[in-house]
């Protein structure tokens, strides 16, 4: 790194971004999403996290495809996807109960994911 500038801490527990447009997303682990601008220090919410912790999504990754697909994976096997920057989203909550912890786009319609103990998942929306 040549240059590091700008570092901000904040109160969300973001655990990956992705960009779509000019725009970057988080999902966190208490179930919201997030954007801001290439600034990062102004963050909007997206998708609100459910204030009951036992009721929670918990989101551990998000990869984007293009600028407006992206797929965002978490525990307990929650697949969430967006074709318009997660203006709506379709989730999969629970194809099995694995936490789903990675993943890797391989066309719009096809992915892989990776979990707990090895798993390794390829699905396809």
């Known amino acids: 790194f040549r240059n590091v500038t700008g570092v901000q801490t904040c109160a969300l ?4 971004v992705c960009r779509m447009d000019n725009e970057l997303f988080c999902v966190a682990y208490n179930g919201g999403i997030y954007k801001s601008d290439y600034n990062v220090f102004h963050w909007s919410t997206v998708q609100k996290p459910n204030g009951v912790a036992s009721k ?3 989101y551990n ?6 600028n407006h697909t992206a797929v965002a994976v978490g ?8 074709h318009d920057n997660f203006g709506s989203t379709s989730s999969a909550e629970s194809f099995n109960s ?4 990675g993943l890797l786009l391989l066309s ?7 979990g707990d103990n090895g798993s390794i998942f390829r699905f396809t929306f």
């Open 61 to 66: 990754a998000v990869v984007q495809y293009n």
């Open 56 to 58: 929670r999504k918990h």
């Open 108 to 114: 719009e319609s096809t992915g892989v994911c990776v």
């Open 98 to 101: 694995t936490n789903l912890h």
């Open 13 to 16: 527990p973001i655990s990956s």
């Open 75 to 82: 525990n307990n096997g929650l697949v969430t996807l967006t």
